[in-house]
């Protein structure tokens, strides 16, 4: 159970119903399950909600490397409810079943593609590491471009004030489903 629940409308205040209602309006068509928290501080609301939909629709990054970014970062946090949101996006996207199925397991999964390949290990590696050597650096560079580098970076950032979110306020799966990530082991 949740430790925190979204209050129904009759118990927002203005600014909180405004921001509820902007992120229900917007390109998600509903507000994201962090709201729950997050509305508790209505300017915080706004803004987390506003780079999420920024993150995930305006990305320079195509939606299989993003959706790929996201599932590592759920991954990392074993944040079920955002892994089960994200596994079926990336699914729709176009990632392969056996990726997502490896990095579930916290096993590097293998790629046909180059960029997935440069998405994954910048993503692993500034979530374990905090930080890239000059060597993958320059390759994220040389196979992203620095605008979706930027926007990898900023992915992997939202995403983890996502899954902390929903870990902290034990804002999860609803009871029909069951959680697909195992506790980590040693990374």
């Known amino acids: 159970m949740a430790r925190l629940e979204l ?3 009759a118990s927002m205040n203005a600014e909180q119903r405004d921001v509820h209602d902007e992120a229900a309006a917007g390109l998600r068509g509903r507000a994201p399950a962090p709201l729950t928290a997050w509305i508790r501080h209505p300017e915080l609301a706004r803004r987390a909600q506003r780079l999420g939909e ?3 629709y305006g990305s320079a990054l195509p939606p299989h490397l993003s959706e790929l970014a996201i599932l590592v970062t759920a991954r990392h946090w074993t944040s079920h409810y ?4 994200h596994k079926e996006a990336a699914l729709k996207a176009g990632l392969a079943a056996s990726a997502i199925a490896a990095i579930a ?3 590097t999964p293998e790629f046909d593609d180059e960029k997935a390949t440069i998405v994954y290990q910048v993503s692993t590696t500034l979530l374990r590491q905090h930080r890239l050597d000059d060597a993958l650096y ?3 560079i040389d196979a992203l471009g620095e ?3 930027v926007d990898l970076v ?3 950032g939202y995403y983890g004030l996502v899954s902390m979110t929903l870990n902290c306020f034990e804002i ?7 959680p697909e990530l195992a506790e980590p082991h040693d990374r």
């Open 7 to 9: 209050p129904d409308a």
């Open 54 to 56: 920024l993150m995930r």
């Open 154 to 156: 900023g992915v992997l």
């Open 147 to 149: 605008r979706a580098m």
């Open 138 to 140: 320059r390759a994220g």
């Open 172 to 178: 999860g799966l609803p009871d029909a489903f069951q």
């Open 82 to 85: 955002e892994w089960k949101i």
């Open 105 to 107: 397991a916290d096993t």
